[in-house]
């Protein structure tokens, strides 16, 4: 049931997403495309106007992301189909490829995130009391219930435990995990985070 009634979202909202794509300035339109690669693998849609407008359609997580990037454009369709009121994205540098998986009670507010990153719901990425926010790899995975906090860097190739509390520098390749969180293992091969 569920099946249909997002293909019906897509349908319905096919033709907004053509007039976006018409509409999209090429630097958008490039981060958009990363966007929808990785969430149609994920998915298991086509990467495609209509994977594009399946998504736009269907899931909210996806349509605040879209809604971030395009700017003023987002007015065409902001107050039909809304992004998930529960996710606040503040972050103005964002590369290409993000999934955010549910995005309930999550607040993204980082200094800048790489590009194919993946952020499960209830993450508080944010700033510290000195006001710094966090800097975020390329291939970084943060996992329900994370805090990444303050002016700390994620290397890349980064995987972030469940409820772990990251409050220090973590360096490439590796899992971290814990209250606070440390380096558990070192990754011996690059996460490739597009497949």
């Given amino acids: 049931m569920k099946t249909l009634k997002n293909k019906i979202y897509g349908i319905l909202a096919l033709p907004l997403a053509t007039a976006y794509w018409l509409l999209l ?10 966007d929808l690669r990785q969430w149609s693998r994920w998915q298991h849609q086509p990467c495609n106007l209509w994977g594009f407008s399946f998504l736009l359609g269907s899931r909210p997580e996806f349509r605040s992301v879209f ?9 065409l369709s ?21 999934i955010i998986q549910h995005g309930f009670s999550t607040i993204i507010s980082a200094e800048k995130i ?3 990153c993946k952020i499960y719901q209830q993450v508080t990425i944010g700033f510290s009391h000195d006001l710094k926010a966090p800097l975020i790899g390329d291939n970084v995975e943060v996992c329900c219930g994370a805090k990444v906090i303050g002016g700390i860097t994620v290397g890349n190739n980064v995987l972030i435990g469940a409820n772990a509390v990251v409050v220090k520098d973590v360096p490439s390749n590796c899992v971290v995990a814990g209250v606070p969180a440390r380096v558990i293992r070192q990754l011996d091969h690059v996460r490739d985070m597009t497949e």
Avoid: C, F
Avoid at 25 to 34: D, E, F, I, K, Y
Avoid at 67 to 75: A, D, F, W
Avoid at 78 to 98: A, H, Q, V, Y
């Fill in 114 to 116: 790489g590009r194919n």
């Fill in 67 to 75: 809604y971030k990037r395009v700017g003023v454009l987002r007015l």
């Fill in 25 to 34: 300035p090429s630097h958008a339109r490039q981060l958009v495309m990363a």
């Fill in 78 to 98: 902001s107050w039909w189909l809304r992004g998930k009121p529960t996710l606040e994205i503040t972050t103005n540098d964002i590369g290409g490829g993000l």
